[in-house]
């Protein structure tokens, strides 16, 4: 990184230290001298793209050269009819990362509001809340993952603007049921508004058992973030939402910059929806692979956290380091978490049956030979 500091750069830019994407698939196999890779790090799709969408979005290229239309409305009203709620509780955001980075744009003060997030938690919140001049407090987690929301509660105050809270928890899989998220909606202070992120909600066991989404418009201060990255296969499209009340997607339309979901991702989101199949096929896979690993990795002598999410985070019964990087010589990437501050643990997507097996076969392996 450069260590120019040039006069003008705001001082949180400065000092700041991006998000860090793993190693891609072609970096790997150069770096290893690899010609095939399995790469279940990033919790995507396991089927890939839907053959559905991908059609649609071929057909929808010869439309490249125009405009995509501001606001995206035609996604917005078949999210609508899809979750049974208004138009007006939909922001279609590039990726759910744009819509976290508006709500801390919009809806903080740089330097007067704090920005409260649990410990470890998914890295964005963080980073972004601190490029926006937002102080950031953190709870730590219970040791078995879980939340303790009555420390959350207490920690925040009058200039709480924001609480970030990720169900299904990313690394760990961790979900709390519904009813206690409503209990903490219901017990911030005034104005404070809880994020529910649920990237992986699609994946739970009940999904309806964990998601306050049918209560959403009954609560002003409750916004729920999802993506069509994981259930939907469109990570490399970058297309998420956020379901808020309509007064809130007002200030964030303001400052969202106005094309920035591209007409091919709003395309595919639409064509997405409507192919059940495919997102029924994925949850399939999805749930049998994470049965399999699951059993597997504890054959293995890993301890296995519970997961309501498309991958499993685990102690493995040898340096998660050196699990890690032998792993990556044999061309499969898995996730370390060290960079949430848990060393000792991994994380490992589910992928389909013949990646899951090469994983689990290169796990044995090197676990065996200690
Ligand atoms: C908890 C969580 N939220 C949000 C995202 C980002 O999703 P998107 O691809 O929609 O930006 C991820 C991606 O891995 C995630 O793990």
């Known amino acids: 990184m450069s260590t120019l500091r040039h006069p003008k750069v705001q001082p949180q830019v400065l000092d700041f230290t991006p998000y860090e994407a793993g190693l891609s698939i072609e970096e790997i196999k150069s770096a290893y001298n690899l010609s095939w ?3 279940l790090a990033s919790n995507e799709n396991p089927l890939g793209i839907s053959p559905y969408v991908r059609k649609v979005v071929a057909q929808s290229a010869s439309f490249g050269f125009r405009y995509p239309r501001q606001g995206n409305p035609d996604l917005c009203l078949a999210l609508a009819d899809f979750y049974g709620l208004a138009p007006e509780n939909f922001l279609v955001s590039n990726g759910s990362d744009e819509a976290i980075d508006l709500l801390l744009r919009v809806m903080a003060r740089p330097g007067k509001d704090n920005v409260l997030v649990f410990d470890p938690c998914f890295s964005m919140y963080r980073l972004q ?4 001049g937002l102080k950031v407090r953190s709870v730590p987690l219970n040791r078995d993952f879980s ?3 009555e420390q959350l509660l207490k920690t925040a105050d009058q200039d709480t603007a924001l609480v970030f809270v990720t169900n299904p ?4 899989g961790y979900a709390a049921p519904k009813e206690q998220l409503l209990e903490v909606a219901a017990g911030l202070p005034e104005d404070c508004l809880l ?4 990237a992986y909600c699609e994946f739970a066991d009940a999904p ?4 306050p989404i049918r209560e959403l418009s009954a609560l002003k201060n409750l916004v729920i973030l999802r993506t069509f990255s994981k259930l939907y296969g469109l990570a490399g499209l970058r297309l998420g939402y956020g379901i ?3 007064w809130l997607r007002e200030y964030l339309l303001r400052v969202k910059p106005p094309f920035s979901v591209n007409l091919l991702a709003e395309q595919a989101g639409l064509a ?3 192919d059940g199949f495919f997102a029924e096929k994925t949850l399939n896979t999805v749930h049998a692979g994470k049965s399999y690993l699951g059993r597997e990795l504890e054959d293995i002598g890993c301890t296995v956290f519970p997961s309501q999410a498309n991958f499993l985070m685990f102690k493995p019964p040898v340096p998660a380091k050196s699990l890690h990087e032998r792993l990556l010589q044999q061309g499969i990437i898995i996730r370390p978490l060290a960079g949430y501050g848990l060393e000792d643990y991994l994380r490992v997507s589910i992928g389909n049956s013949s990646e899951n097996k090469a994983f689990i076969r290169a796990t044995r392996d090197i676990v065996s030979q200690g």
């Open 147 to 149: 939340f303790p929301f």
């Open 208 to 211: 309806g058992a964990i998601s």
């Open 272 to 274: 997405a929806l409507r």
């Open 37 to 39: 890779i399995v790469k």
């Open 169 to 172: 928890d990313n690394p760990s």
């Open 244 to 246: 808020m009340p309509a």
């Open 129 to 132: 809340a601190r490029l926006c």
């Open 195 to 198: 994020v529910l992120d649920e």
